[in-house]
């Protein structure tokens, strides 16, 4: 007897080392998943790069790997990390690599110089951020002066999530809170692009139209079908950054949540109640109509236990079980996580990487703990400084690959004395993707596809430790960071007498 097909919709997400798809059913169950590695282009210490093309070819390898004639594809959700600066020609093909989001720093000359000419307050009020790394516009602006070439063939902007709906159904739209990240080309007040900051800082290109995350951008053209092994005529959502989909993937979306992700980087996303703006936070529009945002994020967390993995040569597994047994403060190691400079709350390029205590009796498992206890800091410092600046946080929920075994997010909540939710399905960005999708073919609940799982809750036993290591932490930064400058201004030098890649091209 034949048996029809199941119907189900496909979220895809790329991130910072890897693209990850899932093929849902209608009442959230995942079918099936893939993922796919890939590595980031470092020219300089502080400069991050990716080629674009490689967004198209690992989501067409994920969706012809997902689909087939036992299922039938229903509609496409999409996301990405960002904000991200892709520029493409008329033919929408590269003109150079992306520039990727806050962990990217290249661009301090031009917020030094776009502060002066528009003012720090005014930007501030106006798109509720300061010119940070993070900020998409001045990285358009390094791009314009340092690479004019390039720039003179660009025409339009692009995210992983905006490159791929161009790809499956030829349409050029953002979502509005990747939009909100491309300070200072936006205001969330309007909740529309800044013309005359715009016309200021890149008159040359036609920006996107927009629309919200779960909108639908347009419909799966027969090319992109035939290319991905998808229906035609389907329809794919506009997409919007990976932690704001991890948001939705959690039902983190009410005011007083919290989401933490933790991924290669760590987001933090407290929605409120109302526009709240710090200089040392992003305030940003939602995902979804109506929300707003309270949002912080490090540099590196996973990233820097990758970096070990490397080091040691173990895996991550045995590098977790021998974290396990070093007892909370990791024997008087202490670690400052700034390996590729900071983002929030410090906002610091140039800050770096310290490891204090190291003794010969340290193993690589003190090691590996005091790198997750590093991140643990850097979280309770980026929580004291959103509730500073008037956010909301009632409800904590943990998302993305580091919540896979215990370990982690119970140091997390030991440090900051924050009780966390782990929903049932923590794939992430991907998931929250494929409920946006789903949502454009029926009513959904994101309360009905994943539930909560189990609670994260400090223990109580190390709070006396963890409060005392903060103190230091705090005050090891403050110490160090003149060191640490001068340091970073080295390594730039040294970079400067290694090859770069070719302007222009899109390697």
């Known amino acids: 007897m034949t048996t029809s097909p199941v119907s189900a919709v496909l979220g895809v997400d790329v991130g910072t080392s890897s693209t990850k798809g899932v093929l849902v059913s209608g009442d959230g169950t995942v079918l099936r998943s893939g993922v796919r590695e890939h590595s980031v282009d470092h020219p300089r210490p502080s400069q991050f790069e990716m080629d674009p093309r490689i967004w198209t070819e690992e989501f067409v390898s994920l969706s012809r790997e997902l689909v087939g004639d036992d299922v039938q594809v229903q509609a496409v959700g999409v996301s990405g990390m960002g904000p991200c600066v892709a520029l493409?020609?008329?033919?929408?093909?590269?003109?150079?690599?992306?520039?990727?989001?806050?962990?990217?720093?290249?661009?301090?000359?031009?917020?030094e110089r776009l502060n002066a000419e528009l003012g720090s307050a005014p930007i501030l009020e106006r798109c509720g951020s300061a010119l940070t790394?993070?900020?998409?516009?001045?990285?358009?602006?390094?791009?314009?002066?340092?690479?004019?070439?390039?720039?003179?063939?660009?025409?339009?902007?692009?995210?992983?999530?905006?490159?791929?709906?161009?790809?499956?159904?030829?349409?050029?739209?953002?979502?509005?809170?990747?939009?909100?990240?491309?300070?200072?080309?936006?205001?969330?007040e309007a909740l529309d692009w800044h013309e005359p900051w715009v016309s200021r800082i890149c008159p040359e290109l036609e920006l996107p139209r927009l629309r919200w995350a779960g909108e639908a951008a347009g419909n799966v053209t027969p090319a992109a079908a035939e290319r991905a092994g998808l229906p035609p005529g389907i329809p794919v959502i506009t997409g919007t950054v990976d932690a704001w989909a991890e948001a939705v993937s959690a039902g983190a979306q009410h005011v007083g949540d919290l989401l933490l992700m933790?991924?290669?980087?760590?987001?933090?996303?407290?929605?409120?109640?109302?526009?709240?703006?710090?200089?040392?936070?992003?305030?940003?529009?939602?995902?979804?109509?109506?929300?707003?945002?309270?949002?912080?994020?490090?540099?590196?967390?996973?990233?820097?236990?990758?970096?070990?993995?490397?080091?040691?040569?173990?895996?991550y597994a045995e590098l977790s079980a021998l974290a396990a047994e070093s007892?909370?403060?990791?024997?008087?190691?202490?670690?400052?996580?700034?390996?590729?400079?900071?983002?929030?709350?410090?906002?610091?390029?140039?800050?770096?990487?310290?490891?204090?205590?190291?003794?010969?009796?340290?193993?690589?498992?003190?090691?590996?703990?005091?790198?997750?206890?590093?991140?643990?800091?850097?979280?309770?410092?980026n929580v004291e400084a959103m509730t500073a600046a008037g956010g909301d946080i009632r409800r904590v929920v943990a998302v993305g690959g580091g919540t896979t075994g215990s370990l982690w997010t119970q140091i997390v909540s030991d440090i900051t004395g924050l009780t966390q939710v782990i929903p049932t399905q923590t794939v992430g960005a991907?998931?929250?993707?494929?409920?946006?999708?789903?949502?454009?073919?029926?009513?959904?609940?994101?309360?009905?596809?994943?539930?909560?799982?189990?609670?994260?809750?400090p223990n109580p036993d190390n709070a006396d430790r963890y409060d005392h290591l903060y103190r230091s932490y705090r005050d090891l930064y403050l110490s160090t960071a003149d060191v640490a400058h001068d340091l970073a201004a080295l390594q730039e030098q040294d970079s400067m007498h290694q090859p770069a890649p070719a302007q222009g091209a899109a390697s």
């Open 133 to 188: 790394s993070q900020a998409a516009g001045p990285k358009i602006a390094w791009v314009k002066e340092n690479e004019p070439d390039a720039y003179r063939r660009s025409v339009r902007l692009f995210m992983p999530s905006t490159w791929l709906v161009r790809m499956l159904t030829g349409e050029y739209v953002l979502d509005h809170h990747s939009a909100s990240q491309c300070t200072p080309l936006y205001d969330t």
């Open 262 to 315: 933790y991924g290669t980087t760590m987001f933090l996303v407290n929605t409120v109640a109302e526009r709240v703006s710090h200089p040392a936070l992003w305030g940003t529009v939602g995902a979804l109509p109506g929300t707003r945002n309270l949002a912080g994020g490090l540099a590196t967390s996973g990233s820097i236990t990758t970096w070990l993995r490397d080091l040691t040569g173990s895996g």
């Open 327 to 381: 007892p909370a403060g990791a024997r008087g190691l202490l670690m400052l996580p700034y390996f590729a400079g900071e983002r929030t709350p410090i906002m610091d390029p140039q800050a770096r990487g310290v490891l204090a205590g190291l003794t010969l009796a340290h193993t690589s498992g003190d090691l590996y703990r005091a790198a997750l206890e590093a991140t643990g800091f850097a979280v309770r410092h």
């Open 430 to 457: 991907s998931y929250g993707g494929a409920f946006l999708a789903a949502s454009l073919i029926a009513p959904v609940s994101i309360e009905d596809w994943n539930p909560p799982l189990e609670l994260r809750e």
């Open 88 to 111: 493409a020609d008329d033919r929408d093909e590269p003109t150079r690599p992306a520039i990727l989001y806050g962990v990217d720093m290249r661009a301090g000359a031009q917020i």
